[in-house]
């Protein structure tokens, strides 16, 4: 079946930057909506951002427009969210998830670490 793989997660001092990267095997990944996840412990997992199959949507949780920017390649099956301005509020793991018309299920990957610290 399908699998991500999440990478880039790391410590950032606030107002600086990652880019995390979700690398997709296992399906046709150019037919897949994809999004980006993250989840505080303890906490309800919560919407960051979305695009589209062919990358002409994208939407974006208010908590995160105008900082973030989720964009993806098909030719490499890689999804990405840029992140910038982070604030410590940004402190989470965060997952990617691929959806399709059609499919039983959505696919989730392990998620990566991202603490934003001075």
């Known amino acids: 079946q399908g699998q991500l793989v999440e990478s880039g997660g790391g410590l950032v001092q606030p107002g600086g930057s990652l880019r995390l990267s979700c690398a997709a095997s296992g399906f046709t990944f150019s037919r897949a909506a994809m999004s980006w996840y993250r989840q505080v412990t303890g906490k309800e997992r919560e919407w960051v951002a979305l695009?589209?199959?062919?990358?002409?949507?994208?939407n974006y949780a208010a908590f995160v427009k105008g900082r973030f920017t989720i964009s993806r390649d098909n030719a490499k099956n890689t999804a990405y969210l840029q992140m910038n301005s982070l604030k410590s509020e940004d402190t989470a793991v965060y997952f990617c998830n691929a959806a399709s018309y059609g499919w039983d299920h959505t696919y989730w990957g392990q998620g990566t670490q991202v603490t934003v610290s001075s």
């Open positions: 695009i589209t199959n062919d990358g002409t949507i994208r």
